[in-house]
């Protein structure tokens, strides 16, 4: 069992002490979600008390999901999944489902559903979380109109899609699948123009088809006299009602259908009611009077008009809009909480609702985006320089702090956010798993493709990786293994053709977390990326399973970042990269312990444990003097 240090201990002793004096847990919203940050952190706060919610607008890449982080789907189909509109319901999940504190949606939908949610309303609620799924599915289905019908959609949302369509009975057949319709259709066109071929009828059938066609020729004989029988009228509705699949369907439209009609009005104003705005949150008591906000916010939005001369023509068609609509719309929710975390440039949104309990949350966001002339670059840089607090947590950003002038009392150097239990628990549950004793040495870097193109921040160097292996292929046994994904999975292909390399490389498609660290746990060392000189996701959780890890680091940014810098193999350019290798070949089984020693400086630096007492002591100095005992906080302890 891992040892709790002092500091930890008395910085998570906070969680408690606000419970106590609130009679509730803190409760903290955390806004936007690229590459689960959000996700990952609410779920180890989470664990130590803290309820946490994750408000994901509008944003459906397949690394901002909480199934791509814990659900367990099937490696197989996982390479079918559109990266940037996943249909989750196109693979098993194997009963795993999303937490309903995480709320994935337009702004709106995910704005009503929290209202409902933190209002008490579980009816409302339920119902708007059916929407949510059922958008996330229809943009899925949108994005790959051409792709095989989902094949795990459960029955809520076929019944959710059925009561949104609108189908009809031709363009002048006139309403829905009524019984009439289903009787002219079958009965009474069987009675005329005889049963389709196949169908076999019974006596009793024959003489019903029979009867029904008498009758509905003296219908129409006596409601307009000297018509004929209209066998063309009769065989077209037959073909109408044989587009519906079978009786029960065909019924069921024809009986409820028109019902769902008539209550679809009332039905959607039902949803669409509003919530009492939950005033119970601190970030309600930390808002100065409504004179005096709106005042800030305006001096601020205008401060910002007068930031904008340098806009590009297009950023400038936008800044209106979202400097003033897209911020305010949140502010029927920001109330409820304690305290509100903005991850990238998503700070703004509490900044421009005179929030004063709120953090902005980094995670590559100051590499560049603060300083480029657009209106990303405007946001940020507010937002940034704005916020009362500011968690940094990729050590190479170090100089944009400096640049942005963000003094050091408001800025917390703060591990990703990242659950090490899983990883451990995994770990101590495959013991069989373990790089081989015998033939080639192999090299597994499941980072994306993306080495040519584009803003250095997302670039990953693979190319580097590549040509290593080519200096030293000639005299050594090794194998890498590469995961198909990214932009430019051709370009690296080519150039391990070009190097000769083709025999030695194995490619694997995307995978889940589980079989990602099975793959971990079963090569000779993991390789990353050698661009950005910081650790990432691929670095932090090869390093609690015990593997060695070649990539690029700053030994000097990251000791000062995490306290001591982290035992990688540490390679920036192709022939350092090649030495690196070369290391791992020459010990396969890591004789100099390595690995443990990644290990051991996971424990201490970067553990659930550290990353919620870092978090929770920013929090204390944001919410000093307002959850104590000097304040009145008994507002703050029920729900409206």
Known sequence: ????????????????????????????????????????????????????????????????????????????????????????????????????????????????YLRAKNAGWKIAAAFKWLQLEFTAWEHAKSAQPDAERSSNL?????????????????????????????????SVADGILGPKPGKRAGKIAALFDNMSAAIWLAIRKFRKPGLRDDREDIARVRREVGEF?????????????????????????????????????????????????????????????????????????????YITSHPRSFEVILRHYDLVQGYAIDGFIPLMNGVKNFASYEHGTLREIPFENNLVGLVCRFSFKLSPHVFITNSDVSPSVERLQLEKDRVTCLPHAFDDTKLIRFRAGHPELAASA????????????????????????????????????????????????????????????????????????????????????????????FV???????????????????????????????GEAPPCLNAISVEECAARMLEVIEDPLDAKGSGEAARQWMATYHSAERIVALQSKAYRTLLSGQWDDTVDVASCGKRP
Request: aromatic share 12%.
């Open 1 to 112: 069992m891992r040892k709790t240090s002092d500091a930890i201990a008395e910085n998570l002793s906070f969680i408690g002490e606000i419970r106590k004096s609130l009679g509730r847990p803190l409760r903290v919203l955390h806004i936007g979600n690229i590459a689960n940050n959000a996700y990952n952190n609410a779920c180890i706060q989470r664990q130590y008390g803290i309820e946490a919610d994750v408000l994901c607008y509008d944003y459906y890449h397949i690394m901002g999901c909480p199934e791509w982080e814990d659900g367990s789907f099937q490696e197989e189909s996982f390479g079918g999944l559109d990266h940037f509109n996943p249909d989750w319901w196109a693979t098993s999940l194997r009963g795993w489902s999303r937490p309903r504190w995480f709320v994935q949606g337009s702004p709106a939908l995910c704005i009503d």
């Open 154 to 186: 459960p029955r809520r949302l076929r019944f959710q899609g059925w009561v949104n369509s609108s189908t009809r009975l031709g363009n002048d057949s006139g309403g829905y699948l009524l019984p009439y319709k289903f009787w002219l259709g079958t």
């Open 438 to 529: 015998s033939g080639p040495v192999l090299f597994f870097s499941p980072t994306r493709q993306h080495w040519k193109t584009g803003n250095s921040s997302w670039q990953k160097g693979n190319d580097i990786f590549i040509r290593a292996a080519a200096q030293i292929a000639s005299h050594h046994d090794f194998k890498l293994v590469l995961v198909e994904w990214g932009q430019e999975v051709a370009d690296s292909r080519a150039l391990i053709d070009e190097l000769g390399l083709t025999s030695r490389v194995e490619w694997v498609q995307p995978m889940s977390k589980i079989d990602l660290w099975k793959y971990y746990c079963s090569c000779h060392a993991v390789v990353d990326q």
């Open 245 to 321: 699949r079978g009786f029960k369907r065909a019924m069921l439209t024809g009986l409820v259908k028109p019902l769902f009609d008539l209550m679809r009005p009332p039905l959607r104003r039902f949803l669409l009611m509003k919530a009492p705005i939950s005033n119970s949150g601190l970030v309600a008591l930390s808002m100065s009077s409504e004179v005096d906000r709106l005042k800030e916010i305006e001096r601020l939005t205008n401060a910002i008009r007068d930031d904008s001369v340098e806009l590009d023509v297009q950023s400038l068609g936008y800044l209106e809009e």
């Open 532 to 562: 950005v000189p910081a650790l990432g996701g691929v670095g932090f959780e090869s390093m609690v399973l015990g593997r060695r890890l070649i990539t690029a680091i700053d030994r000097e940014q990251t000791a000062l970042f995490f």
